[in-house]
């Protein structure tokens, strides 16, 4: 099975990305092509939470597929398995930010 992974650095706190996270609706934010997710349960986000999302990825334009939520640790890890044509899962993680070693610059904002 192909294995994806990639890496975005945010220089703030795990505390303060989680509100911005865990609100699947938000996720659209983060999309540069049209793309949307809407919640299939009522209430919010937790181990079991069941979401459906719809939007562009390549060959697909209206792509849909419905997402889980696996695991959740706040502020630091959530985790998702999706289904479509495929099975697919991710985890979302977040750690304190680097900061400069002794000696080097401080990390850029």
Not at 51 to 71: C, K, L
Request: proline share 13%.
């Amino acid at each position: 099975m192909p294995i994806v992974k990639c890496a975005i650095q945010v220089n703030r706190r795990p505390e303060e990305v989680w509100p911005y996270l865990t609100p699947f609706s938000r996720h659209a934010e983060w999309s540069p092509k049209p793309w949307k997710m809407e919640g299939l349960i009522e209430g919010p986000v937790r181990v079991g939470s069941r979401f459906r999302s719809t939007g562009w990825i390549p060959r697909d334009a209206n792509h849909v597929n419905d997402v889980e939520i696996t695991a959740m640790e706040p502020p630091r890890r959530l985790a998702f398995s999706s289904e479509e044509k495929a099975r697919c899962s991710g985890t979302n993680s977040a750690s304190p930010p680097r900061t400069a070693e002794p000696g080097s610059s401080a990390p850029s904002t």
